[in-house]
């Protein structure tokens, strides 16, 4: 095997592994914890399933630190089909991951503010549960505001697979369409909330345009051959 399909592959395998902690963390974990518009019931959640609560933090964590390494070895993929592009999409998404360090630390608050410590004896419980929902919804703004990043990045890598001649073009197509999944997360949760129970689920359909590659990058690798 040579060292461009053994990149190809390794780009294939580290996206699996890093879509399993960000699912968990972000998708699942969520789902079991988060009661939206209910704050006693979400922060009933958090204190009977903390441990749980607490790994699906540290499973998103690990999920961004993974997407920097994602990136890194498509750089090292893509560098040699347009250099320009290659770093562009780099930056996209070290300003995503950076967002979402950020966006995370509002997840983690209401353990903080739940933890029983003297300093919060100023507020009561029905307080303390308030700012918790506060910090919850915050999180997942900071998420839609990452979305941004999420989307652009997959411009300059859908345009470096199109370009490259060792993978389909029809994959680098569905990478730029599915950047336009990502962008219609975010306004549906800005610009149009009132129309977001229909623009969401057009939204993750047309995110899906981003598996495709990462598949046939582990399945099938890329030609025997350097890139154009």
């Known amino acids: 095997m040579n060292s461009l399909k053994k990149t190809a592959r390794s780009a294939g395998i580290l996206y699996i592994i890093m879509d399993v902690f960000m699912i968990f963390g972000g998708m699942y974990v969520d789902s079991k914890i988060y009661v939206p518009g209910d704050a006693v019931a979400t922060v009933n959640n958090i204190l009977a399933s903390e441990w749980l609560f607490r790994l699906g933090f540290v499973s998103s964590l690990v999920g961004l630190i993974l997407q920097l390494f994602l990136v890194h070895v498509l750089y090292e993929l893509f560098k040699s089909v347009d250099k320009g592009q290659a770093k562009l999409m780099v930056i996209f998404i070290v300003a995503g991951v950076s967002v979402a360090f950020l966006y995370t630390l509002f997840q983690f608050a209401p353990i903080l503010l739940l933890s029983g410590t003297e300093h919060l004896s100023a507020f009561n419980p029905a307080q303390l549960q308030t700012l918790s929902m506060v910090f919850l919804d915050l999180y997942n703004h900071g998420y839609q505001i990452a979305e941004i990043f999420w989307g652009l ?76």
Do not use: N, R
């Open 153 to 228: 990045w997959l411009i300059p890598l859908g345009l470096l697979v199109y370009k490259s001649g060792f993978v389909p073009k029809v994959l680098g197509v569905l990478l730029i369409v599915g950047c336009f999944g990502h962008l219609l997360s975010f306004l549906s949760t800005f610009l149009f909330p009132d129309y977001s129970a229909i623009l969401i689920p057009i939204a993750e359909t047309v995110m899906g345009g981003e598996l495709p590659i990462f598949l046939w990058l582990l399945i099938k690798g890329v030609k025997d051959q350097k890139p154009a």
